[in-house]
């Protein structure tokens, strides 16, 4: 199979999975990106433009429905012009071994929160069926909303710019448990969120080399196509079963890396 129509089916794939799930997708195209041959840097870097591209696919439809704040997409995007390039500093400046080691955690950090936004979610939809009283209250009223989006959307941005994800796998449930917003105005506003934070890091990384064009064109063309598909039907699969399989992936990734960062090590020690 030719490295070409591997971008594409893993693009693809995450589209899919940025529509169902409400992530950017990155966790599934840096260590593809990784296993064809890419250091991790170009990984990073690459799947920041992917993720731009799917994530405005995604939002120009929600705003040509009417289904996004405009005003609050930009608060939780702007923090992302120094926060993802911090990342995209640290990115670049960590050792191979390094940065991959740190990619795998984070992706069995990612089982973990993606747990928290599944709790969350569930809480939110037995609220505003009345099944539940609310949505658990997090919020300190000394605190501003504009300070949580600030806040929120900075968080992401460095994500984007260290790791090459959107952040919306915590910009959801946080959104949710600090600002009380419903399920579906947290996801949209999430992934128009991801379309600047994920242009920020791209362009951060892209000055410094680190952005492959075909390469991200091809993963973000695919996943705009996937994003569309996983919208329209991928809900009506049962949610415990894409989870469980969603973790597991994440878990054998980041076994991957382990073993990706543990090989870069033993050769920058020999």
């Not at 608060?75 to 740190?102: F, H, N, R, V, W």
């Amino acid at each position: 199979m030719g490295s070409g129509l591997i971008l594409a089916l893993a693009g693809l794939l995450a589209g899919v999975l940025a529509g169902f799930l409400g992530i950017g997708g990155g966790t599934v195209m840096v260590p593809v990106m990784v296993a064809l041959g890419l250091s991790g840097v170009q990984a990073v870097g690459t799947s920041t433009l992917a993720i731009a591209l799917i994530s405005l696919v995604g939002s120009v439809q929600n705003w040509r429905m009417g289904f996004l704040n405009l005003s609050n997409v930009a608060m939780l995007g702007l923090p992302a012009l120094i926060t993802a390039y911090l990342g995209q500093k640290l990115a670049t400046a960590l050792p191979e071994y390094a940065l991959l080691g740190i990619f795998g955690l984070f992706l069995l950090l990612n089982i973990y929160l993606i747990g928290i936004k599944k709790q969350v979610i569930r809480q939110a939809q037995k609220a505003e069926t009345g099944k539940a009283a609310a949505v658990p209250k997090a919020r300190s009223p000394q605190i501003s909303p504009t300070v949580f989006r600030l806040g929120i959307g900075g968080l992401a941005g460095f994500l984007a710019g260290l790791f090459g994800v959107g952040g919306g796998v915590v910009m959801v449930p946080l959104q949710i448990l600090l600002l009380q917003e419903p399920i579906k105005v947290a996801v949209q506003t999430s992934l128009g969120a991801i379309v600047i934070t994920g242009l920020w890091a791209c362009l951060w990384h892209a000055q410094a080399g680190n952005v492959l064009l075909i390469t991200g064109l091809i993963l973000g063309a695919a996943g705009a196509i996937g994003v569309q598909v996983s919208t329209r039907y991928l809900p009506r699969l049962p949610d415990q079963t894409v989870n469980v399989m969603f973790r597991l992936l994440l878990a054998l990734l980041s076994g991957y890396f382990f073993f990706k960062a543990w090989a870069s090590y033993t050769a920058l020690s020999t």
